[in-house]
């Protein structure tokens, strides 16, 4: 495996600003010298994410999960550390150098690297069978008329989106990637081929899973084509396998699942802001029609229901969400689906609305009357739960009192979604004016339902394997921990503490976790006078765990107005608790020695008496004169 050069690493992480790359899979805000936002990591709803452009690093205060631009990439794209290094370098072109002079070979790429070049490659080809005209393509103006007449979306359109065709036969994109000379592994799971288990991967055994169909390109949040949905056309084949579908999406593979992703997020997460929420429809074609009029914050799911992970990406970029569905049954019920998961993720949503009893069809509506009509539906916008309400029991007045009961428990069921009392109350209030119902009574049954609720939860929730007892503390309340860390921002008590943690002394750091490996090493390197500094300290650290705890400790703020003293209380704690077991045991020997055993109790004594006198004499560095 190649290895990267440190000058080439320290150059990287010199040229190449965290803001920029956080900011592109988190929002983030200034807060003095620093950046806060809501973090891409766990589900949150107060900004707990940290990133300070000063020192490089990210911290979450609420899972702690913390790093550099290395790690950060490492997490959220889920490459391996040369891997990181590579994508930074191709993302803000900065050459990355190998020892020896040697740089990865094709063998080396990792699988989710060729898939994604894999689909940068097939969306350009595709791209090319739609726009280019000749007397061999006639697939491309079929489907140029097909975009341009039947589905009457402008040619600009298709070129900002990369809007593809495949011809009938669909033979001609696997010549192109062959000669790219993928692996084998890579052409079987990118799931633009059918190709059989125990075939060989050639022009003969390979079958295009998309013929004659208009290609959607589909891109992860952060921009890359990560799959296709392809729409149906009068030159799909007959022996297409899914020849009946209308729409047909990639499946799922190791850079595509379907439920952690939504059309056009990576532009729309650009557009949001306090008065441009982002807009959630239906299908892509609808969400392709809101852009071309210019509402740039249109997205969709890839064509299944709406799910948890698509609502806690949403709410990293904007809280605030409008419901675009067809005003058909199935749009209504997709619209009540994602109601209780919308406020589980904590988004704020309303829904889009004609007047009347006009049914809604986005892509019609504002193909027939542009962007006007996005007014007019904000105009007549429902909250959450007047949708809800007049959803489940559009007539509340003719409705019997077994009616507005049954209708009331399923809104308890969307309300039991939110942990906010505050917007329970409030959905409550709504439900009894729209409902006709006395608050108190309301109230009242809403408790017994959630009572109710709990204990069914109870029922189905597996019992628990009891725990291992914990017999270590976290590693930010160890000693270990207090002294790395002023290692690194006091860099001139590195030494006097390695002087006093050598020989004997250095096994009483604990060294079962990270922290303290790391604090070995760094001591060392303090002791033989070849600190490399702390900039570097992901250097010397000895594996991906050990880099991780570097990067968090790094951003750490280390504010103390008197570091000597908590280096002193440091070591005594690490001394204490080397000894005291030893004294321990010491009297368990006496205690238990027979009379003839004098010998053995002398030498017991003097050490217990050695212990006794350590561990009353004071143990630190030197006061400063």
């Known amino acids: 495996m190649p290895i990267v050069k440190p000058t080439c690493l320290r150059d990287l992480k010199f040229r190449v600003n965290i803001v920029d790359v956080v900011g592109r899979v988190a929002t983030l805000k200034r807060a003095g010298s620093r950046f806060k936002g809501l973090c891409p990591f766990h589900n949150e709803k107060t900004p707990s994410f940290t990133v300070d452009p000063?020192?490089?690093?990210?911290?979450?205060?609420?899972?702690?999960?913390?790093?550099?631009?290395?790690?950060?990439?490492?997490?959220?794209e889920g490459l391996d550390f040369t891997e990181a290094i590579e994508t930074l370098g191709r993302r803000y072109n900065v050459a990355i150098e190998y020892e020896e002079g040697s740089g990865p070979t094709r063998e080396e790429r990792s699988l989710r690297q060729e898939l994604f070049a894999i689909h940068e490659i097939a969306a350009d080809h595709f791209h090319q069978v739609f726009k280019i005209a000749d007397t061999k393509n006639t697939t491309g103006e079929w489907m140029r008329e097909y975009w341009k007449n039947k589905r009457r979306f402008t040619p600009d359109l298709a070129e900002e989106f990369k809007i593809g065709a495949v011809a009938p036969d669909g033979s001609a994109l696997f010549s192109r990637l062959h000669k790219e000379r993928f692996s084998e592994e890579a052409f079987r799971r990118c799931g633009l081929f059918f190709i059989n288990e125990n075939a060989p991967v050639n022009l003969h055994?390979?079958?295009?899973?998309?013929?004659?169909?208009?290609?959607?390109?589909?891109?992860?949040?952060?921009g890359r084509v990560v799959a296709f949905t392809a729409r149906q056309t009068d030159l799909t084949p007959q022996d297409d396998p899914a020849r009946e579908a209308k729409y047909v999406n990639s499946p799922e593979t190791p850079i595509f699942t379907k439920g952690h992703l939504l059309f056009n997020l990576d532009r729309a997460r650009t557009a949001v802001g306090p008065d441009a929420p982002f807009v959630l429809v239906e299908g892509q074609l609808d969400a392709l029609r809101c852009w071309s009029v210019g509402l740039k914050t249109a997205i969709a799911p890839q064509g299944t229901a709406i799910t948890e992970s698509q609502l806690t990406l949403l709410r990293r970029y904007h809280p605030q969400v409008e419901c675009l569905f067809d005003g058909d049954s199935a749009g209504q019920n997709a619209a009540l689906r994602y109601l209780p998961l919308a406020l589980k993720a904590g988004l704020e949503t309303r829904f889009l609305a004609l007047a009347g009893d006009e049914k809604i069809d986005p892509d019609d509506l504002f193909r027939e009357r542009g962007i006007a009509a996005y007014a007019e539906l904000k105009r007549h916008a429902q909250s959450a739960m007047t949708f809800a309400c007049r959803s489940h029991l559009p007539d509340p007045a003719a409705a019997s009192a077994e009616q507005k009961h049954a209708t009331a428990r399923a809104l308890f069921d969307i309300i039991l979604a939110t942990d906010s009392e505050i917007t329970r109350a409030e959905y409550l209030n709504e439900i009894a004016s729209r409902l006709r119902i006395p608050i108190n009574a309301l109230s009242r049954d809403f408790e017994a339902y959630r009572a109710q609720a709990q204990t069914r939860a109870s029922y189905t929730t597996q019992p628990e394997t009891p725990a291992v007892a914990q017999t270590l503390p976290a590693q930010n309340t160890t000693p270990e921990y207090h002294l790395l860390l002023l290692c690194l921002n006091h860099e001139s008590l590195g030494v006097p503490i390695a002087h006093l943690l050598t020989d004997e002394r250095i096994g009483w750091i604990d060294q079962t976790h990270p922290?303290?490996?790391?604090?070995?090493?760094?001591?060392?390197?303090?002791?033989?006078?070849?600190?490399?500094?702390?900039?570097?300290?992901?250097?010397?650290?000895?594996?991906?765990?050990?880099?991780?705890?570097?990067?968090?400790?790094?951003?750490?703020?280390?504010?103390?107005?008197?570091?000597?003293?908590?280096?002193?209380?440091?070591?005594?704690?690490?001394?204490?608790?080397?000894?005291?077991?030893?004294l321990r045991q010491i009297e368990l020997a006496l205690s238990t020695l027979q009379a003839n055993s004098e010998v053995d109790a002398i030498s017991l004594i003097k050490q217990r008496t050695d212990i006794q006198r350590q561990l009353r004499q004071p143990f630190g560095l030197p006061a400063v004169d």
Not at 56 to 75: H, L, S, T
Not at 520 to 536: I, Y
Request: with cysteine; hydrophobic share 35%.
């Open 54 to 76: 000063d020192k490089g690093f990210y911290k979450c205060f609420g899972c702690d999960k913390a790093g550099d631009i290395i790690q950060f990439v490492r997490e959220t």
């Open 205 to 222: 055994s390979v079958k295009s899973r998309f013929r004659g169909r208009l290609m959607i390109p589909i891109r992860d949040h952060q």
């Open 515 to 582: 922290v303290g490996q790391l604090l070995n090493t760094a001591l060392s390197h303090f002791e033989q006078n070849d600190w490399p500094g702390r900039d570097h300290l992901d250097e010397i650290a000895e594996n991906d765990e050990q880099r991780a705890l570097a990067a968090a400790i790094l951003a750490e703020t280390c504010e103390h107005d008197d570091p000597r003293r908590i280096a002193n209380q440091a070591l005594t704690a690490i001394r204490n608790r080397a000894l005291e077991p030893q």
